[in-house]
């Protein structure tokens, strides 16, 4: 998209298949209701996080040709489905067209951070978008990944997801994020958040991490999930105004696409 402000961009998606309909236009928060409530104060009281969730078990299952991580209620953590979803944002990453899906233009050296492993699934395509741009100049690419929980860790050690190995310039932070993201880390190129378990509360505190984070660069990407108030429409697009408003003022430009 065009950058405003510092020239860097953020660019969430609007949603996951089986969530509130997507689309690219937003609507306006309503005026306060007769109880003196904004739709946005009601919007951030739905409290949708799981605090427990690192100090419980997670599990990968495998349903049909599909694999699921569960945390310990059932719940989908993430979804092998949400494939084409990662792949959008890798490439958003990357300042890639989607519709011709070359790496030819890829940056080489480019520096990367995804907060939150899951299945690794976005993680597994950036180390594509890597490899194809390695093989055409060499470069020293750097790919962060910030993951909290002990299960999931030690998933990714078992499916060689460890420095040193055959991925490419690849640093793991383990540990929650309010506490690895400090001063001796980035600034970074392309940045995507999607964790589980958090409150909202939470991703605004990320974004205040930004200005530190993301490089003050043109091509520079913050990308996350939308996931806010998934089972209604309605806030669901209140939130996307809210966090644009966030973002804006911290002088990027915003561009909310359905996937």
């Avoid at 932070?173 to 999607?194: A, C, E, H, S």
């Avoid at 806030?235 to 003022?249: S, Y």
Wanted: hydrophobic share 40%; charged share 20%.
């Amino acid at each position: 998209g065009s950058s405003v402000g510092s020239g860097r961009a953020a660019h969430p998606s609007q949603g996951r298949p089986g969530q509130a309909p997507a689309s690219r236009d937003v609507v306006p928060p309503r005026p306060a209701a007769a109880g003196g409530q904004s739709s946005e104060d009601r919007l951030y009281q739905v409290d949708s996080s799981k605090p427990d969730y690192l100090s419980n078990p997670v599990k990968y299952v495998a349903t049909g040709s599909q694999e699921v991580l569960l945390d310990k209620d059932g719940d989908a953590v993430m979804m092998e489905w949400e494939t084409p979803l990662m792949r959008r944002h890798a490439y958003q990453l990357f300042n890639i067209d989607l519709s011709s899906g070359k790496h030819a233009a890829v940056d080489s050296d480019r520096q990367v951070l995804n907060v939150g492993f899951g299945m690794g699934i976005i993680d597994g395509f950036i180390q594509e978008i890597f490899a194809a741009g390695n093989a055409a100049s060499g470069g020293k690419p750097m790919h962060s990944i910030v993951e909290a929980h002990e299960g999931v860790l030690g998933n990714m050690k078992q499916g060689g997801w460890v420095p040193g190995g055959q991925k490419i310039g690849l640093q793991v932070l383990g540990g929650r994020w309010q506490d690895v993201l400090n001063g001796n880390v980035g600034p970074f190129d392309g940045i995507f958040f999607d964790t589980f378990g958090e409150k909202e509360d939470d991703i605004l505190t990320f974004f205040g991490l930004l200005p530190k984070l993301l490089k003050r660069k043109p091509d520079a990407v913050f990308s996350f999930f939308n996931g806010f108030a998934p089972d209604n429409e309605f806030f669901h697009r209140v939130a996307a105004v809210t966090l644009r408003q966030h973002l804006v003022r911290l002088g990027l430009s915003v561009t909310f696409r359905s996937c």
